[in-house]
């Protein structure tokens, strides 16, 4: 139990919509009528492709068949995922999926760094976490942090100090995003999805 975050791309020349009575089996390879006409190769193909798999997603009374890459993961980097509820999903943190663009990305990785930069050099002292069971290290100088990438509250959102844990996160959004821009092309939609 806990956030969990997930970056993926969806292939957009994959993509397809399909008649939601073609889908009335949950495993994909079940719905024989389906896999007869788009072709046995093309399904399992898609099935079966390295790191992609076919997800399906409900548009009224048709579904979509798109190829997903995932891309980054996250587990309760809370800075992180109010950043995107914040800028991508336009304030409402509702665990659906949203499309993010790669401006929006590089925005996240400039963020990143320049906290980054403001926290490695900083002096640590210990704090109690908010129920007051154990001592942390949290950063001292933290006032970039909490204006920038500010940590937030939620059910199993993790711990909401400056600790070296949220340091590793940004470092590994950093490193997310740097992938993203150097691998993916336009032929993909990035997404954002969280859960908890």
């Keep these: 139990m806990g ?4 970056l993926r791309a969806r292939n957009k020349k994959t993509e397809k ?12 390879k079940d719905d024989k009528q389906f896999i007869e006409e788009q072709g046995k190769d093309k399904v399992f193909d898609l099935i079966m492709s390295n790191c992609l798999f076919p997800v399906q997603c409900t548009y009224s009374n048709y579904v979509y068949l798109s190829t997903h890459l995932e891309l980054g993961y996250w587990r309760k980097a809370n800075a992180i995922h109010k950043w995107f509820v914040d800028n991508v999903q336009d304030g409402v943190d509702d ?20 906290v980054i930069e403001s926290l490695e ?7 109690q976490d908010r129920n007051g ?9 933290i006032s970039k942090a909490k204006r920038l990438l500010p940590t937030t ?21 950093v490193r997310i ?3 993203v821009m150097y691998q993916v092309n336009d032929d993909w939609d990035i997404t954002y999805h969280s859960s908890w």
């Design 121 to 127: 050099n900083s002096p640590t002292h210990m704090v």
């Design 95 to 114: 665990c659906d999926e949203y499309v993010v663009s790669k401006e929006q990305l590089s925005q996240l990785r400039d963020l990143c760094k320049e």
């Design 133 to 141: 069971v154990y001592s942390i290290e949290e950063f001292i100088n």
């Design 3 to 6: 956030l969990d975050m997930y």
């Design 17 to 28: 919509l399909i008649p939601k009575k073609y889908l009335e089996y949950r495993e994909l």
């Design 153 to 173: 509250d939620g059910f199993f959102f993790g711990d909401s100090h400056y600790t070296k844990y949220y340091l590793e996160d940004l470092r590994e959004t």
């Design 177 to 179: 995003c740097d992938k």
